[in-house]
């Protein structure tokens, strides 16, 4: 293996991120030869994640544990990253483009005067060059980019959109735990406060269904939470529905919250503002359930309900209760 190329490991709450594992499928994308070695940063014991990234396909997982590490701050992460990357001295850099992703490589590629490529939905090689595909323009159009030769290839990848690796339990690989004194932070979190959530990461979720100000209310939520439970999924919103106080703002998607590419999004009484659509425009199949034909959501839905959503919803829901509906 001549080339080596860095995945990271994001944990969330001890778990690995399924990006994580979707990391090493991209790095397999752009050298099929090289060498996969992923790094999982967190506090405590990390032998775990560190056998899932083999069984994902690294080669070699480099874990540091430390209790500044318990909690992400740009700092610590950035110092540990910077560190194995002196001493690996990687041909390329992969990470999940989510808010750690997005917070910590434009540091460290400004900090080592790298070029980045953020937010790839798509890695393809033509004539021996690595070609990212990325959204602009709040997701009406792609861009293609291709890095220099003679730089480091550093990219971050949009969750959902490359898929991981077949897991193997039997594949094997070497787990090295080293040893980061992780100090000098000038931000040091004292306490972590986390809304209790339940159900599918909304970030990960394969179904998604979404809520606008067309939902009228925190109740109007219910029905789409018991259609989120029915189909396995997460229920989203606009900035509009999470500005109004029907729902938090950790569920809200669009440019000033979560990217979401869900198999299936079902927008609900949502008119399709370009700022929401920014974070959801990659899904594979959208539907549109509101009152309003002449919505800007119907542009880009693959499949329209124009109707009452209090009269479309319990109809949906009743038929997936007849008929068996898939639970997570």
């Known amino acids: 293996m001549s080339e080596k190329i860095l995945v990271i490991g994001e944990l969330q709450q001890g778990v690995l991120r399924k990006v994580s594992y979707e990391t090493i499928a991209a790095a397999k994308q752009v050298n099929a030869d090289a060498e996969i070695l992923a790094l999982v940063l967190g506090d405590g014991d990390l032998q775990q994640p560190a056998e899932e990234m083999i ?11 430390h209790a500044n590490l318990s909690n992400y701050t740009s700092e610590g992460y950035g110092q540990v990253i910077m560190e194995v990357m002196q001493e690996e001295n990687p041909s390329g850099i992969i990470m999940g483009h989510t808010s750690v992703g997005k917070d910590v490589t434009p540091k460290i590629a400004s900090r080592l005067e790298l070029g980045l ?7 393809e ?19 293609k980019k291709v890095m220099k030769d003679d730089g480091l290839l550093f990219a971050t990848i949009r969750p959902n959109n490359i898929s991981a690796l077949e897991h193997d339990a039997s594949r094997t690989g070497e787990i090295i735990a080293k040893v980061v004194d992780v100090k000098d932070l000038r931000t040091i979190v004292q306490e972590v406060i986390r809304k209790k959530t339940e159900g599918v990461d909304l970030s990960e979720a394969k179904i998604v269904i979404a809520g606008g100000r067309g939902v009228k209310s925190a109740e109007g939520f219910n029905a789409l939470y018991e259609l989120a439970n029915l189909l396995g999924g997460a ?25 979401v590419t869900p198999d299936l999004y079902i927008a609900v009484g949502i008119s399709g503002a370009i700022q929401h659509m920014a ?50």
């Open 125 to 143: 090689k033509e004539d021996d060059q690595v070609i990212f595909t990325r959204p602009i323009y709040s997701g009406k159009a792609f861009e």
């Open 55 to 65: 069984h994902y396909g690294a080669n070699r997982v480099i874990t540091v544990s």
């Open 235 to 259: 229920v989203g919103a606009s900035r509009g529905a999470c500005d109004a106080n029907y729902c938090d703002y950790s569920l809200q998607i669009g440019q000033t919250g979560k990217v």
């Open 279 to 328: 974070g959801m425009s990659n899904s594979k199949v959208i539907v549109a359930i509101n009152s309003d034909e002449e919505a800007n959501i119907f542009k880009m839905a693959d499949y329209g309900i124009v109707g009452d959503l209090f009269e479309v919803l319990p109809l949906f829901i009743e038929e997936l209760k007849l008929q068996g509906a898939l639970v997570s």
């Open 117 to 123: 490529i953020s937010d790839a939905v798509a890695i």
